[in-house]
């Protein structure tokens, strides 16, 4: 039929289709980025008269340099994000005229295609000169090259004040050594609570001492069936699995990298112990029971008793109209160590305006930059200056029943009992092999050791290749 | 009709009474299933309608509620007023317009081609142009982008709206169906008169195709109109995006705000709608080929 | 003179398929090229390429389960998905094609929700379908049955992404109101005889009559169906226990979250091979089944 037709393309179509071949990936292989991942040279020897700070740099007040430039900022965008960040980008046109800053949402939201985005614009040699990670490409940009070294920055700007960043950020910010980012958020896992469901079952308020067995015979309490076996209430919110495996001593990766010890006892326990409040107990929604709406959705819905997460879960919550709710820290197992997560704000390895990029990055990430935004919204401040002061202190949703809602993550910061996802340039792949595995945990096709055992195998397979 | 039923008047007269009750009947179960898929296709629009009117605490209750307790109309103003929608869709427009007139013209030229001329290599190169289709397009999405890139176009239209006058796979396609639909007579007799071939499609072809350009039109509004990926890769300033990326403005860091989201989806649905019933009588009655066959 | 007319043709076909063919070579080509030129190597998009040779075609053929997994899921779906919306959606359209009151409304109903797409679709039909509360299993019980839990069901996710994407039949629906407009009304008027039932003028006249635009939903239903992957990746990220693992989900993965952009050109291929045998076979087919009323000038035409 039509292929069996002879093709007789003529000598010069196929010569210009070639010129035009070789010309596109001509074009497509130098548009690659330059970036190899070996170090680029500290600004220092290229900007050797750049002052530092002021004639008498204020202890707060980022200092205004010489710099000078335009840089383009990039971070997800959105309704919430947009109105934070307008302050912050208005009151530095006015501290720092020299440098022109253009605050752009990616108009992706808060899902994987700012990821989508942000990659293709890297690969494409024509990236923001300052952006945010999201979790899951720390590492792998790190790995890739993708940042610019912030140390000599940070080393030469006193005004940085980088010891009044919580550690765990800071460490957070590192990767090898380098410093890649400056935190401009971030906070760790706490436990909010419904507290008109704990008082109606006559439930004592979670608290710092409370642990794994006590969590246990809250949530079955919480826990009620009506007459057909649905559940009106659940006790527990899914757990994340991590902070369970470190509270209980176990760990995803050795120090190198190189091996998972998700098979180990201490890891196995923790999964145990989550699957049998998933399977055995009921007490916490299943997959079905989820199709809906999400855990926060649920617990928003009133339905949940407990709900892990962040603080800036205050985002949906600070709308509940029907019941009280507070938080608490994060339960803890032998330990407590609670997941946390960053706002890693870095520079382009490949911005043309890098001294003036620090600029706007520092004033992001400073008290006062971070002041503006988080006042305005829930998020949580990566100083420790900022988390004393009475605006966060004291900020109240309507139906929060005590400003826990604020301090308990301030505080489990403050007692170093935070940990960030490790850093990983396989950290996305790992993740989909974890997360598809633990499918089996949520309802319970396969035991706990079984489901432990196949992580590792999947995850050591991915590690070596 | 045979002679022996016009014989009797009351026969007929008879015969006529049933034609019409069958007709009747007829209308009615068509209206009865119609109504019935109406429903199911409308039910998930009622949800959203619903949703949007929730306060954002309300979206997630137990048991579900469909009326919403207060209904809350502010959300519609809510959702232009941090996110400059007025812009995106001004976007939104000038770059769905421009996208439907090219396809339009593009897709039935290029379709002409492979439908009634004659030239070596057409079918392979058709084959070829189907094929165009079948490489999933992440793995060309940045040699692409990067091309636009060395031409300097990044951050511009032109790379969302060039490809519509450049013909489009899809597209063509359907109207070289359409085209090899049409009996030939009207172009042998056109030629006969001497019409050069571009008179033909002009002034033959494109008429006679009225119901597939209106189906062109339909199908590239709504794919420019809801394009997310293009203005995502290809636009980089506020002051370009669309409609598409002004939607995600209610994903944020903390969750979604479901309320605005329906809302903000139900606002933008209603342009497309607008265009697609206006674009109906071009659907009605399409007596196409009265005369031909006489 | 018959030669100088032929050329002239065969110098117009090319000069108006021009407008593809320039986009083809220019904005095309290069990037299809430039793809088969990365399947040979390892590609992170940030760093330069690594040749790699023939590695990643062994690996996804030979040591890779989830390629054989993600391409069964992708062609159930699609074996169901194509069919039953091609019937539907004739279905639908030669109803909405019938003579009644109130066809504007009715066909703007039918097309609705084609307009509609992304998250809010997918937190309605996660609604749809919850187990307990959703309209779907609501419905089910009606009539006594007891529905499963759809999403969360390895046995039933995929079947839920399938009706799901009947929702959307409207836009084929168009489709079949163009053609079915293009069928001759005294086609129809001669068919008819008082007291005959109207399916010998469907089979006879209108099916006939369709086949070029059936043609046309099959082979481009083929080609979407094995290229959906975004519901999947909202509503239900490829699982439960890869119950609704397309193929191009696996792709995007590698793409744009493994930093496989190599690998994943590869797969892209895979993919590509695949749909284009089964677009081959339709087009062999239909000498046998589509009719073309300007078919006598053209020969050989699929």
New interface residues.
Partial sequence: ???D?A???SRRSVL??GL??L???L??A????P???TPTAPPAAAEPTRPVGGAAPSAQAPATGAATGTVTFMV????????DFQPVFDEFAKRFPNVKA?Y??A???????Y???L????????APDVFKTLQ?NFG??SE???YRDLDPYVKADPTVQVDDFFAPHMESCRYKGKLNALPNDGAPQGTWYNVDLFKKENVALPDWDWDWAKLLDASKALTKRDAGG?A?SFGLGQPSWLPWVWSNGGDMLDADGKTCLLDKREAVEAFSWIQDRAIKDRVIP????????NA???F????LATSFGPR?????FR????FTFDAAPLIKGKKRVSLMGVGWTSIWSGSKAPDAAFVLTNWVCSAEGQKLRISRG??HPSRQSLVTQDWYVNYKADKSATNGINTVFSETLKRGEARVWPAH??E??IT?AI??QL??LW?G?KPAAQIAKDIAADVNKILQS | MSAATVAQPGARAGLLASRVVRRRLAAGAVHLVLLGGAVLMLLPLAWMVSTSLKDPGDVFLFPPRWVPDPVRWANYRDIFTTVPFGRFVLNTVVITLLDVVGKALSCSLVAFSFARLRWRGRDVLFLVMLATLMLPHHVTLIPQFVLYKQLGLVDTFVPLVLPNFLGGPFLTFLMRQFFMGVPTELDDAARMDGASTFQIYWRIMLPLARPALAAVAIFTFNASWNDFLGPLIYLHSRENYTIALGLRSFQQEHGTDWNLLMAAALVAMVPVLAIFFAAQKYFIQGIVFTGVKG | MATAVRRREELEGWLFVSPWLIGFVVFTLGPMLAAAAFAFTDWNLLQAPQWVGLANVRTALLDDPLVWVSLRVTTVYALFSVPLSIALGVGIALLLNARIAGLRFYRTVYYLPSVLSGVAVALLWRWLYSPDFGLVNGILALVGLRGPAWLADENWALSALVIMSLWHVGGGVIVYLAGLQGVPTDLYEAAEVDGAPWWPRFVNVTVPLLTPVLFFQLVVGIIAALQVFTQALIMTNGGPHDATHFFMLYLYRNAFQFFKMGYASVLGWILFVYILALTLVVFRSSALWVYYEGERKIQGAG
Avoid: H, W
Wanted: proline share 4%.
């Fill in positions: 039929m039509m292929v037709r093709v007789r393309v210009g289709m035009a071949t010309g596109t990936a074009v497509a130098c548009g690659q980025a970036a190899t991942g997800p965008g959105g309704q919430q994000e947009d109105s253009t752009t949402g108009g992706t939201g808060y899902t994987p295609q990821d989508d985005k990659l293709t614009m890297l690969a494409g040699n024509t899951g792998a940009l890739r090259g993708a649905r009106t299943s997959p079905a029971e989820l199709t809906e709406m926060n959705d649920m928003t819905s009133g339905r800036g879960s205050l985002g949906a709308n509940i109209k029907n829930f998020a340039p396989k996305k792949e989909v997360n598809k499918d089996s309802d096709k």
